[in-house]
């Protein structure tokens, strides 16, 4: 079985619901059992088969997945925007950091998304250097890229007011970011897929836990 992947830069809308639609076809054909499993000495006309754990019933050998294929479908083109998929193949500052001050790294579990962030403040405590190794599907892609253009002289503030701006519009239904990344806005969409939220959250997330990181260390550095 294929899964999604992860993006590679091309933004290939295509590529993404062909592989979807393909995954769904064979998880949802495999669980159509025979019907020799449900009456193995009945005729199959007699009866008609019970329902599957979904609630369906199976139209003899001619079940088709296909409606509810349709329907993920229609999620991909709420999820996977030409824009959001524009931001996810061109990241900025990708890579690591040769000396960060600070580094993060966060995971989504459910899907097993990754990012690791590097960071080096300014004397004012601001971003003077950013770089971020992700490691995730097109919505966390997207989110690093918004991270990405707008984190060099961002406060830790900002970021962190950035990463609960974007969870309370997620997982509150509350009102879109605002200031510095207000671009995360774009990520609304992703509010009605809770499966979608960690990985979609963990760039911003990291961005904040390492510039927070670099801070501490830095004051501590200052005060001995």
């Known amino acids: 079985m294929r899964l999604l992947p992860i993006c590679d830069g091309e933004g290939d809308r295509e590529a993404v619901e062909g ?18 499993s449900y009456f193995p000495s009945t005729p199959s006309r007699s009866l008609s088969p019970p329902p599957t754990a979904t609630g369906r019933r199976h139209c003899g050998s001619h079940w088709n997945p296909a409606p509810t294929v349709a329907i993920f479908r229609s999620m991909i083109d709420a999820l996977y925007s030409d824009r959001i998929l524009k931001l996810a193949a061109n990241m900025p500052r ?47 892609q997207a989110c690093a890229a918004i991270v990405g253009e707008g984190v060099i002289g961002a406060s830790i503030e900002e970021l962190e007011m950035a990463r609960d701006q974007l969870k309370a519009m997620l997982k509150e239904a509350g009102p879109v970011p605002t200031g510095r990344f207000a671009g995360l806005a774009i990520l609304e969409t992703v509010r ?33």
């Open 94 to 140: 990708a890579g690591r950091l040769d000396a960060p001050q600070g580094t993060a790294e966060r995971v989504a579990k459910l899907c097993g998304s990754t990012v690791v962030v590097d960071v080096v403040l300014d004397g004012e405590g601001r971003v003077a250097d950013f770089a971020q190794h992700v490691r995730a599907c097109a919505l966390g």
């Open 192 to 224: 009605d897929y809770p499966a979608r939220h960690a990985s979609t959250m963990i760039p911003i997330e990291a961005a904040a836990a390492a510039a927070r990181q670099a801070l501490d260390r830095t004051r501590i550095a200052g005060a001995a």
């Open 19 to 36: 592989t979807l639609s393909d995954t769904l076809s064979i998880c949802l054909g495999s669980l159509r059992p025979s019907r020799s």
